[in-house]
């Protein structure tokens, strides 16, 4: 995935939790929406390790096309 295709789908991500976000605040959240927000913040959170990948790979001189996404639990683990 190309930087620019990976920017795009995480502006799609961030829309969709804008909105998921901006409904529980409304009624609270269904089940439906709890678990839909779960699975989207934990793409992002892919997505966003994917493209520190990609750049690492790029200072050091390797081919950034070579970064592949991670499993969502090693995602998950890391340290913040």
Request: proline share 5%.
């Amino acid at each position: 995935m190309y930087e620019d295709d990976l920017f795009q789908y995480i502006e799609k991500l961030v829309d969709e939790e804008k909105t998921l976000r901006s409904r529980a605040d409304e009624d609270g959240p269904s089940d439906e929406d709890r678990q839909r927000l779960r699975t989207v913040e934990e793409r992002l959170d892919q997505c966003w390790d994917l493209l520190r990948q990609r750049r690492a790979k790029a200072e050091f001189g390797e081919d950034p096309d070579e970064a592949q996404p991670r499993p969502v639990d090693e995602v998950e683990s890391y340290r913040q």
